[in-house]
T-cell receptor
Framework: EAQVTQNPRYLITVTGKKLTVTCSQN?????MSWYRQDPGLGLRQIYY???????DKGDVPEGYKVSRKEKRNFPLILESPSPNQTSLYFC????????????FGQGTRLTVV | AQSVSQHNHHVILSEAASLELGCNYS??????LFWYVQYPGQHLQLLLK??????LVKGIKGFEAEFIKSKFSFNLRKPSVQWSDTAEYFC????????????FGSGTRLQVQP
């Protein structure tokens, strides 16, 4: 089954404790991205990757890092989480940069206390 | 900057009522338009999309949307809502800019009362 898988689904952590949210897709997609969803703001892109070893900032990249060492994986790294990063995070992928349809993961609800 | 506006933040309807959710975008170039639905606790699911051609597009679960280029709008409609339509609805626009990222509206929470 074609899918985008995120882990964990729920995470509560403390300020400053490094964490990684994993994202994996099995569709051989080139383009992957991370969004955060906050009430009243919709989804905003954090980082995106057009292919292996090619990543770039989205609209709200501050406080986040990403890596793309393999095509299928696109982890989101919070080196020193803060409470304002409490949010619902979605990973998405699509075939390539010009493709129009994106596939979303199930979401990761992160709480930073 | 390009943006997507959803003016209805919270809509409450009774079952069988008609639904129209507004979506406007600000971008003068070529766009692809989408409506996504997010049921409580779930991920985004594509309801319908517009790429080109007939500006009236039909999606799943009886939803449809009309692209009016002159008004930069892509409103979502359903003639008769059901309790199971309770969800959050997001309009999204893909613009022909460099990174080709979806730009989302802020969402509309629809509550259908039985």
């Amino acid at each position: 089954e074609a899918q985008v898988t995120q882990n964990p689904r729920y995470l509560i952590t403390v300020t400053g404790k490094k964490l990684t949210v994993t994202c994996s897709q099995n569709m051989n997609h080139e383009y992957m991205s991370w969004y955060r969803q906050d009430p009243g703001l919709g989804l905003r892109q954090i980082y995106y990757s057009m292919n292996v070893e090619v990543t770039d900032k989205g609209d709200v990249p501050e406080g986040y890092k990403v890596s793309r060492k393999e095509k299928r994986n696109f982890p989101l790294i919070l080196e020193s989480p803060s409470p304002n990063q409490t949010s619902l995070y979605f990973c998405a992928s699509k075939i390539n940069r010009v493709a129009t349809e994106a596939f979303f993961g199930q979401g990761t609800r992160l709480t930073v206390v | 900057a390009q943006s997507v506006s959803q003016h209805n933040h919270h809509v409450i309807l009774s079952e069988a009522a008609s639904l129209e959710l507004g979506c406007n975008y600000s971008y003068g170039g070529t766009v692809n338009l989408f409506w996504y639905v997010q049921y409580p606790g779930q991920h985004l699911q594509l309801l319908l999309k517009y790429f080109s051609g007939d500006p009236l597009v039909k999606g799943i679960k009886g939803f449809e949307a009309e692209f009016i280029k002159s008004k930069f709008s892509f409103n979502l409609r359903k003639p008769s809502v059901q309790w199971s339509d309770t969800a959050e609805y997001f309009c999204a626009v893909l613009m022909d800019t460099g990174r080709r990222a979806l730009t989302f509206g802020s969402g509309t929470r629809l509550q259908v009362q039985p």
